[in-house]
């Protein structure tokens, strides 16, 4: 008689958050036209037959929502969206917020990731640089969101120095890491490295600023230079309930403090 071997399931250790902005009607996109046009091609009542079916269609821009720019956007002969390679897409990220001095047209600066490196290490190649501004409380509010144009943006000393420590990519809360009127150099400086770029990241409070990792998987579209993405977070359970201790203890220490 053949022995059974029993094998316990794995476990999946993480909590997993979504960063992603939901696709739908008057979002904000870059030229503030619709980007994103669902139609019902076929409703159940077109159907005779016993099962019925509602059949949707999308006319999309490929840079609308949270979205990824691949090195095509701006290099010509650059990797397209299909080509990018997953043990870059599935990395270890780390959260670089200045949500709290920001103003519309703040540029992240290399001092801001040296003071994030002081306090939580050296950025090491292969991680995602997630550029936390806040600006995405105004994703409900299309034109504040694209402001004509004018939102926190990243410095092109600040992504030149993030490509010198070797990151996986960069990713943003808002319309771009570039504000039109500097010009595109953290685009040109990103994608020209063979890097990519997300834009329109959300729910990125609950992102920690070091521990997690991100799973950045764009629509599979051949040539395409940008693609929409399902942006998730995952957070180890163990270091879950260790920022919740570390909250509780920061608080604990501000009661006792003065
Ligand atoms: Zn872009």
């Known amino acids: 008689m053949q022995k059974i071997t ?29 980007g994103f046009v669902q139609e019902i091609k076929s409703d159940y009542s077109d159907c005779t ?16 929502g ?23 897409l599935v990395v270890p990220c780390v959260v670089i917020d200045v949500s709290k001095s920001v103003h519309e047209r703040y540029s992240v600066s290399v001092e801001d990731i040296k003071t994030f490196e002081k306090e939580y290490g050296e950025i090491t190649e292969g991680q995602f640089v997630m550029i936390r501004t806040g600006w995405e409380m105004y994703w409900n509010d299309k034109e504040k969101y694209h ?4 939102f926190p943006s990243i410095s092109k000393e600040a992504s030149l120095y993030l490509l010198e420590r070797g990151i996986a990519g960069i990713g943003i809360d808002t ?5 039109p009127e500097d010009g595109y150099p953290v685009h040109t400086a990103i ?4 890097k990519y770029i997300v834009e329109n990241a959300a729910n990125l409070q609950d992102l920690p600023i070091v521990g997690s990792f991100i799973v950045i998987l764009p629509l599979k579209i051949k040539d395409a230079t940008e693609a929409p993405v399902r942006l998730i977070g ?10 919740r201790v570390m909250g509780f203890f920061k608080s604990l220490s501000s009661l006792f403090a003065n």
């Open 191 to 194: 994608l020209s490295s063979g």
């Open 147 to 150: 402001n004509n144009y004018i």
């Open 234 to 243: 995952l957070i180890q359970k163990k270091l879950s309930n260790n920022i």
């Open 175 to 179: 319309l771009s890491p570039d504000r």
């Open 66 to 88: 949270t979205h990824v720019d691949a090195p095509a956007h701006c290099i010509p002969g650059g990797l397209s969206i299909e080509k990018l390679a997953f043990e870059n």
């Open 6 to 34: 029993r094998v316990a399931p794995p476990t999946f250790d993480f909590n997993i958050i979504d960063l992603t902005h939901t696709l739908e009607d008057n979002i904000p996109s870059f030229d503030l036209n619709c």
């Open 49 to 64: 037959g016993e099962v019925k079916f509602r059949i949707n269609q999308l006319k999309i821009e490929n840079g609308i």
